[in-house]
């Protein structure tokens, strides 16, 4: 049930999603009050008896007003990036507060480095790091925890992100092991060739991000507004690099490492490469979405 009030991308702190019980500084505050409280029926001190209510009181203000702090707040998730492991993944989130907020601190079971904010007085951007390993992962919950305003509550919120996120395998170099690859048919089966792109014109195809600029026919643009690529082929077809995760040398992270390595010198150099790992098949390509692609996929391998 609690987690299906705080699941999604964004939230709003209010009375049903806000939590406050006293903190460990709060618990020893209500037992020297109770303590005082005893002290002072049995000895008949008046002035124990109200050192005793003053404390109560003062725990009960904290509670209105450590929820008060939270309350109205929004927090919203940003993006999501992606990163090797050496990188660390990060996500970006969004608060926003109508009154000023005092001393949010952020909490997560991956997170590499405690977040406080000591201050927000309207809207802020702030950014979480994560220790992952190399895989795909659930962000997962999210726990916003404040003990404003004297250490004496805990209030707080959760954040259930189903969204996923990717820590990519470390390149390391590996030139021995390119190989190059032709695609032959639909199903684009790899097979070892050693030839090189031709300048025979084929076709004009669409634009993808990260294709090389002195591709684009600009003639084209200039006619019809619309980004067209300039495709070629030799006489033998369409020559294409392709990565096979079979035919390197090493254990399973040392391969992943390698291939991640090939990728991302295919695509720094603008060239249509392919990427064959065990069953799994990613066809020929090029740009930045395609990319993404393989090294999402050799994270989840």
Not at 19 to 37: D, E, H, K, R
């Amino acid at each position: 049930m609690i987690r299906k009030k705080h699941e999604g991308d964004r939230i709003t702190l209010k009375h049903n999603t806000i939590y406050v019980i006293p903190s460990t500084t709060g618990l020893g505050f209500v037992s020297v009050s109770a303590l005082n409280f005893v002290l002072g029926i049995n000895y008949q001190n008046n002035l124990l008896l109200g050192v005793a209510y003053l404390m109560i009181i003062l725990l009960v203000v904290s509670i209105i007003y450590g929820y008060l702090n939270m309350s109205g707040a929004q927090i919203r998730l940003v993006s999501i990036q992606s990163a090797h492991r050496s990188t660390p993944p990060t996500a970006t989130f969004e608060l926003n507060t109508k009154a000023r907020l005092q001393q949010l601190s952020i909490e997560h079971n991956h997170i590499k480095q405690q977040i406080t904010l000591p201050v927000v007085e309207a809207s802020e951007l702030f950014s979480i790091e994560f220790e992952f390993p190399r895989g795909k992962h659930s962000l997962g919950r999210f726990k916003f925890i404040s003990h404003f305003p004297f250490g004496l509550v805990s209030v707080w919120s959760y954040l259930y992100c189903n969204k996923c996120i990717y820590a990519y395998p470390d390149p390391v170099v590996d030139k021995s092991n390119r190989q190059e690859f032709e695609s032959h048919n639909r199903e684009a089966q790899l097979v070892h060739s050693s030839s090189h792109l031709s300048d025979e014109f084929k076709q004009l195809v669409p634009y993808q991000s990260g294709t090389n600029m002195h591709r684009i026919s600009w003639r084209h643009f200039a006619k019809t507004q619309q980004l067209l690529v300039k495709d070629y082929e030799g006489e033998t077809g369409a020559r294409t690099l392709g990565f096979d995760f079979d035919t390197l040398e090493g254990n399973v992270e040392e391969r992943l490492e390698k291939l991640c390595y090939l990728v991302l010198q295919a695509h720094q150099n603008n060239l249509c490469y392919a990427l064959k790992l065990g069953p799994r098949l990613i066809k020929a390509a090029q740009g930045e979405q395609h990319k993404v692609t393989c090294l999402e996929a050799l994270s989840d391998y």
